[in-house]
């Protein structure tokens, strides 16, 4: 498992999150620190909020309440209850270079070939050097497989191909943590090994990410902590071993005596 560094600030601190949409509450007080190095997997069933929690985090959907904070820097926090205030839109704009986001369907566009994929937003966006970025996506194409793959279209590949496409244009701007939201649940089966690969890859490399993620075996190998959720909350969490092989609570083991049972 990986060594932590506890004396620096957290790469992702949350406090007392929730999210609802109108009168429906899918997050309910989510506290939670990610270290550097560190690999948390969060499992639970469907409608648990799993996805919106990934997506509070990364943007996608704004908190209710509660606080966010990438290192040291505060995204969102809540003057009082069901408020909140997001930091300006310049802090915002750097702190989503903190961080990439690998969805379960791509999100690959498909009239753009794999490397401008990759290279687009650096260079559009956030005005990098594109020789520097066409390297850095030639490096990362051979890290994943495709060296020869970059002047491909999306629906010349396969799942899996697309998927590490997304892996690298995720990696790209060398984020400080990944977000994976099930990355491998549109791919067949016979597919899914290769992403599973890939992350086992990045997690040898000490690479820190939240992967919301159904498989169960997959979690307990690569993580240093499961998180396990249910009905908006927290249930439990601890090492991958403990949370999957000894639960404590019977919410979670339920859940887990049903996903060994399918």
């Not at 791509?106 to 050097?129: E, T």
């Not at 999306?154 to 943590?177: D, H, K, M, T, Y």
Request: a negative charge; charged letters at 20%.
């Amino acid at each position: 498992m990986t060594q932590l560094n506890l004396n620096k600030a957290p790469v992702l601190h949350i406090e007392h999150l929730s999210k609802s949409f109108d009168n429906l509450t899918v997050l309910k007080d989510i506290s939670l620190d990610v270290h550097q190095g560190e690999v948390v997997s969060i499992i639970g069933p469907s409608g648990s909020g799993k996805s919106t929690l990934l997506r509070c985090c990364t943007l996608l959907e704004t908190m209710t309440s509660g606080m966010l904070a990438f290192g040291d820097t505060i995204v969102c926090q809540s003057a009082a209850r069901d408020t909140k205030q997001y930091a300006s839109p310049e802090t915002l704009r750097l702190v989503r270079q903190k961080f990439g986001l690998v969805f379960q369907n791509f999100n690959l566009f498909p009239h753009w070939s794999v490397m401008k994929n990759i290279i687009d937003a650096p260079i559009s966006v956030q005005k990098r050097d594109k020789n520097e970025v066409i390297h850095d996506a030639e490096l990362l194409l051979q890290k994943m497989g495709l060296a020869d793959r970059g002047d491909y279209y999306p629906f010349q590949l396969s799942g899996g191909q697309q998927q590490r496409v997304s892996i690298a244009r995720a990696l790209i701007n060398n984020p400080e943590i990944l977000f994976f939201d099930e990355p491998t649940s549109a791919l067949d089966p016979e597919l899914t090994g290769e992403i599973l690969k890939v992350i086992r890859d990045l997690a040898a490399e000490h690479m820190t990410m939240v992967i919301v993620t159904h498989e169960i075996e997959f979690a307990r190998n690569v993580s240093d902590r499961v998180i396990f959720m249910a009905e908006g909350v927290i249930v439990e969490q601890g090492p991958a071993n403990d949370v999957i092989l000894h639960p404590t609570q019977e919410r979670t083991r339920t859940f887990l005596a049903n996903m060994r049972n399918k």
